[in-house]
């Protein structure tokens, strides 16, 4: 069996690959799979961890609260990615691009 | 009784509701049947309770209760109505002289735009007059007390469009409001001294001889400050002379059967409890009569007719708070009883005079209304000798006893009050040789009568002031025929001293007034008969000018309170609480235009301060930095 440890450097960097995508991509579309790529190794996370404990308690249901988590964190960046892309490609019919830096205009 | 005593209040309240509501859908004609009807009804049902009532030495009133006011633990007060000889005896005052007053407003007001107005205050003065007196507890008094003051405040400036009018209603508020203070501070320290408000409790907890002479005076001292307020004595009465400004069937309502009587009643009321304050009565008795020689004195040099009604009216009211000072309260009951009827009935004869004068209130001006208004005319010369005490009319009998007391009681306070009864029926006589002797001056007014709703109601008080006297004939005279003495017995505990005296001695006193009453009518038919004052100097001066009281109060006390309100206006509203709450305005406007800067609207940046805050927060939580 892997040790936990793999799981933990694997979900930490595919972590700071997303906020690092966040922060510095300017297309929408990018910073959206970014915001998946770091709800995902949060999944990683979650599911090795709900691993670790069921094989510690053989027989019994431990870990399954881990793994449930799992399914509505997929079910919420589900309905989180339709509203984000519809907003994108509302965004994208008035701008004709999907640039991040327009996306202030309320400000003004 | 029970059926209907409730209905007696109800009434005029009713009357309030209907006419105020419907001032302008309803004619006039049904604005002044309604409200004249509904009091004429509480009138009826008073005539009842009267016959009814329980009078005599040994009466126990009858109490009437309807609903708590406050249920608690430490104080209980019931709304409910304490029916006794007193009470039912103000009751038919109010009631019955309100009703005349109401009759009389319906020619008075007739060409009024607030006409449905002016009937539903009526009626409201009426219902808070009769709730003053029926009241069974403090409380219920107070209510009627409060009442009273704001119905007296809407009618004294009933016409709100003139300044002076309104600065005369909202002075009369004031001054009264100064001595509500002393009666709800009066009926805190009897909740504490007995934790009651009824006054039958409170009574039979008194004459149990408990408290102490501190409570005792200082209960008493509060309750006169409230009366010298609703009965206008020095120091309060200033407010009095200025309620001209309402309309005069007002100034009968006030002056007569309700607002300054209110005082008197509820001294009489609470009459074990000033028996025990021999301090408190001695100041009443001097308050009251210095109140009557100031303000007759007042009276004799005064041109406008109400005017001279009202100083008049203040100097009789200080005649009875003497009496009350000696504990003849009886008397001063009496005095109040046949002072309603010749006061209502001066003060309509004024209104119907002002009437045909088309609004003239200056004696000056007048004259020779003799045969121009004839019944105007016999029915205010009925009212001058009573009020002046010719006997065998009113004014005789009631102000004969309340002299006596002060006769047994003090000589020189007697002293005073015989020259006040001369210089009332002087002012008296002059105002009616002024009005109706002579040639008319002003030579293009058109004087006519008043049409009948007004002269009929002249003609039932002058019958009234005329006899009224007879309930209370002095054992002088003949034996037991002090009715009213008897009838009250049971609420009030008069002294059996009064008759302490020898006959020879009566006869003299009421012999030596009345020869110096008849003199100086004399005296003001020979001065004013066809004539007026000459400018007046030195001593007249100031009587002329009230012996400056509203100056000096003006000086005293609404000057400097005006002149602390403008430095407060000044340095604490405008330099203080403005400049501060200005202050928190621009402040918070400066701190967002700093921070808003923060706000770039670049993604990258939050995220980036995001993440250092998370970094920085988990930081601090597992390794304690910082």
Redesign the interface.
Known sequence: MIPISYYLFLALTLFTLG?VG?????NIII?LMCVELMLNSVNLLLVAFSKMHHAKNPGTDAGIDGQMMVLFIMVVAAAEVAVGLSIMILFYRKQYNVD??N??R??H | MEKYIWLILLLPLVGFFINGLGREKLSKQAIAFIASGLVLGSFILSILVFLEVPSGKDAQPLIFDAFYIFNLETLKVPFSVQIDALTSLFMLIITGVGFLIHVYSAGYMAEDKGFGRFFSYLNLFIFSMLLLVMGSNFLMMFFGWELVGLCSYLLIGFWYKKRDYVDAAKKAFVMNRIGDIGFLLAMFWIWKEFGTLQYTEVFAAVSTGQLTAFAVGGITLLLFLAATGKSAQIPLFTWLPDAMAGPTPVSALIHAATMVTAGIFMITRCNELFELASYTREIIAWVGILTALVTATIAIRQNDIKKVLAYSTVSQLGLMFAALGMGAYVAAVFHVLTHAFFKALLFLGAGSVIHGMDGEQDMTKMGGLKEKMPTTHITMLIACLAIAGIPPLSGFFSKDEMLLSMFLGNKVIYIIGFIVSVLTAFYMFRLYFMTFGGELREKEAKVHESPKVMTVPLIVLAILSATAGFIGIPAAFAKNAHKLNDFLAGVVSESGEAHAISLTTEFLLMGALLGSVIVVILLAKKMYTGKVDATSTGLMKVFENKWYVDEIYNALIVKPTVGIGNGFKKYVEKGGIVKAVAGVGTMSYYFSSKAKSVQTGNIGMYVLLMVIGVVAGLGIFFLGIL
């Open positions: 906020m966040v922060m510095i991509r300017r910073m991040v830096r996306l202030n309320l400000k």
